[in-house]
């Protein structure tokens, strides 16, 4: 088992009064049916950082105090640690937001439905409404924002030295092995592009691109 560090430590510690924070102060909706929990674009961060999982799970319970379903300090904390425990086994980074949007859904859709019509024969309309509502705050916050912060974090050299290597690798290959070191020359020797061999419309586009540069340069080179 991987033992944390005094920067896990510190960096488990502001994400949870990052998640809190951004949780009871922004003003957006992030206890009703119809929510978009901006700070849960963070739960896609278990990819990068395992020691985002303690602090995300901390920081949940310290906002869900000041909910108004007393549930949800225990079903929607549940639901943030389960998301970033599963987030933590993902393959690929652009399947990295998709537990907090299942998990969320499921139980935090569940937990307001019971909320608001109990057991009754109004339960699963309730449920299905509900999860849909949150599932889709969810998939805008980890989707859009959590992707940005997938992309833009490891670009930081302070929290690249965070990132166990083998992380940084699943990153940069969607959990295949590298096909070319992303330090030597070539059209793919950004680290990023390493991941879109699966996509052949990016590579015509991008060999093109690359081909059309040269012949433009050999071009001024002939006419200079």
């Avoid at 510190?10 to 957006?28: D, E, K, M, Q, S």
């Avoid at 990016?202 to 433009?216: K, P, Q, T």
Wanted: aromatic fraction near 12%; hydrophobic fraction near 50%.
């Amino acid at each position: 088992m991987r033992k944390f560090s005094v920067q896990d430590l510190t960096l488990a510690a502001l994400l949870a009064a990052v998640y809190a924070t951004l949780t009871l102060v922004l003003p957006i909706p992030a206890f009703t049916g119809i929510q978009i929990r901006m700070s849960e674009a963070l739960t896609v961060l278990p990819f990068l950082f395992p020691a985002a999982t303690p602090g995300l799970f901390v920081g949940c319970i310290v906002a869900n105090l000041f909910s108004p379903y007393p549930l949800d300090i225990v079903c929607g904390s549940a639901a943030t640690l389960l998301a970033c425990l599963l987030t933590q086994r993902m393959p690929s980074r652009w399947l990295a937001p998709l537990p907090p949007v299942l998990c969320n859904a499921a139980i935090v859709g569940a937990e307001i439905a019971w909320f608001e019509t109990g057991f009754g024969p109004g339960f699963w309309a309730a449920y299905a409404f509900n999860a849909f509502t949150v599932g889709l705050g969810e998939l805008l916050a980890c989707y859009l924002l959590g992707s940005l912060l997938l992309s833009a974090l490891p670009r930081i050299s302070f929290f690249r030295t965070l990132i166990p290597a083998d992380r940084l690798d699943r990153r940069r290959t969607g959990g295949r092995p590298a096909l070319q070191d992303p330090d030597s020359p070539g059209p793919f020797f950004v680290s990023e592009t390493v991941t879109l061999h699966s996509n052949p419309l990016i590579i015509m586009v991008l060999n093109g691109l690359f081909f059309h540069i040269r012949n433009v340069q050999f071009t001024r080179t002939c006419t200079g």
